[in-house]
T-cell receptor, first 115, second 114 residues
Framework: DTGVSQDPRHKITKRGQNVTFRCDPI?????LYWYRQTLGQGPEFLTY????????KSRLLSDRFSAERPKGSFSTLEIQRTEQGDSAMYLC?????????????FGPGTRLTVL | AQSVAQPEDQVNVAEGNPLTVKCTYS??????LFWYVQYPNRGLQFLLK??????LVKGSYGFEAEFNKSQTSFHLKKPSALVSDSALYFC????????????FGSGTKLNVKP
């Protein structure tokens, strides 16, 4: 399968614990995005990488959130000291930079439940 | 501010009938518009996009969408619905001044009944 993959698919954690999610983009896609989706809502932009550089972060990304893409391939999203309000689906997307019209392709998401 | 509105939380249609899922947008300048579909426990799948040119855009699975600048709309359509089209549909707009950002609507649940 050459699509975007995410791991794990589901994560249940207790409040206060740290969690880390991984995203593997489509091969040769140099752009990578993280979104958060809560029930009944569309995805909300969190952050964006071009190659290994994190170029933009949403105000939604509090200090407890950090994302990396160390070699310009896979990316990780870490949430420290999780809160119940962090419960959501975390989606990763990738695209290849052609023009400003490149299409984002999404992974299946990681569903986080904070107890 | 950029935004997308999907005025219907749910659309019900009988199999074989035409379907329309509505989307309106608010952006500065000309928009880049997208439709995605989400099946249960799966990520969003790209259906189609409007960048420029012909106002009628054809996409995957027989879907099409019509860009209407005067009404700031980008409604998704299909001439004959299938039960397998039942899913959650999201309209999105991309900011031409900030290509990194997509703004998604809240989604419309399409129910196609046999």
């Amino acid at each position: 399968d050459t699509g975007v993959s995410q791991d794990p698919r589901h994560k249940i954690t207790k409040r206060g614990q740290n969690v880390t999610f991984r995203c593997d983009p489509i091969s040769e896609h140099n752009r990578l995005y993280w979104y958060r989706q809560t029930l009944g809502q569309g995805p909300e932009f969190l952050t964006y990488f071009q190659n290994e550089a994190q170029l933009e972060k949403s105000r939604l990304l509090s200090d407890r959130f950090s994302a990396e893409r160390p070699k310009g391939s896979f990316s990780t999203l870490e949430i420290q000291r999780t809160e119940q309000g962090d419960s959501a689906m975390y989606l990763c997307a990738s695209s290849v930079q052609e023009t400003s019209t490149d299409t984002q392709y999404f992974g299946p998401g990681t569903r986080l439940t904070v107890l | 501010a950029q935004s997308v509105a999907q005025p219907e939380d749910q659309v019900n249609v009988a199999e074989g009938n035409p379907l329309t899922v509505k989307c309106t947008y608010s952006v500065s300048g000309n928009p880049y518009l997208f439709w995605y579909v989400q099946y249960p426990n799966r990520g969003l799948q790209f259906l189609l996009k409007y960048i420029t040119g012909d106002n009628l855009v054809k996409g995957s699975y027989g879907f099409e969408a019509e860009f209407n600048k005067s009404q700031t709309s980008f409604h998704l359509k299909k001439p004959s619905a299938l039960v397998s089209d039942s899913a959650l549909y999201f309209c999105a707009v991309r900011d031409r001044n900030n290509f990194n950002k997509f703004y998604f609507g809240s989604g419309t649940k399409l129910n196609v009944k046999p």
